[in-house]
């Protein structure tokens, strides 16, 4: 009799133990942000005009969803409304995640995938646009309303992003307000005596 209970005991505990285990393996890494796009996808951005724009939003919903062709379909694994529904993949509904990552940084993921993961290169099935299409749809689960400020480095609500020029004129100006005798003033004499120090 006690033996029996005993195994049943050390039965119970090895399901208590064999759960812990599992639920340890499907808890989500930490969340981390992204490496940086390698050079030859730092600099691809958004096209104009295509985020927010809901006529681009529906047509990277239908590729998302696998309506457009049947061999992509995001969905599979990131479920219809960004939760997933595979293992390993993210929630995309989480916009602080979401948003470590840029316009580029989410283009190279859907182009080349994920080495290690269930995350395919999708650059031989969907083309520039549609990756784009597809991004824009897929910002729409954890950053609805936003888009990626290129100048900035940062998602601000739609329609409010700084241009380049706006950028750099903010800071010298912010530069100019600083109390003078900054880096700047001291900087200048010394490369002023460089180029006269240079024709030898
Ligand atoms: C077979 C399952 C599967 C399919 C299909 C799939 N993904 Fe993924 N995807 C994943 C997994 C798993 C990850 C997480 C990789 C990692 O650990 O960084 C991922 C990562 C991503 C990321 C990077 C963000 C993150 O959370 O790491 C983006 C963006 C993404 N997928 C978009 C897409 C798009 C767009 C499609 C359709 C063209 C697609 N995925 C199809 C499984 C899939």
Redesign the pocket.
């Known amino acids: 009799m006690k033996s029996v209970m005993s195994r049943r005991m050390s039965s119970v505990l090895a399901l208590i133990v064999m759960g812990f285990a599992l639920s340890a393996c499907g808890e989500a ?1 930490p969340l981390q942000p ?1 490496p940086p796009a390698p050079p030859e996808y730092a600099d691809m951005h958004m096209p104009d005009g295509y985020w927010g724009n809901e006529e681009i939003i529906a047509q990277g919903k239908a ?2 969803i696998g309506a457009e062709n049947i061999d ?7 479920g219809k409304d960004g939760k ?1 529904v ?7 509904r989480q916009g602080d ?2 948003a470590k ?1 840029s316009d580029a ?2 283009f190279w ?2 182009s080349e ?2 080495k ?5 290169a ?1 650059k031989s ?2 083309s520039e646009e549609d ?1 784009w299409k ?2 824009a ?2 910002s729409t689960f954890g950053l609805k309303g936003k888009e990626y400020s290129v100048a900035e480095k940062k998602w601000v609500p739609h329609g409010t992003a700084k241009t380049a020029e706006e950028v750099a004129a903010e800071e010298s100006a912010a530069k100019g307000s600083e109390p003078a005798g900054g880096e700047e003033a001291e900087e200048a004499p010394t490369e002023e005596a460089h180029t006269e120090h240079a024709p030898h």
């Open positions: 890494k992204p590729i998302f992509v379909n995001c969905a599979s694994c990131h997933p595979k293992a390993g993949a993210r929630d995309f995640h979401m990552f940084q989410w993921r859907v995938g994920v290690g993961t269930k995350m395919k999708w099935k969907l990756r597809v991004i749809f897929e």
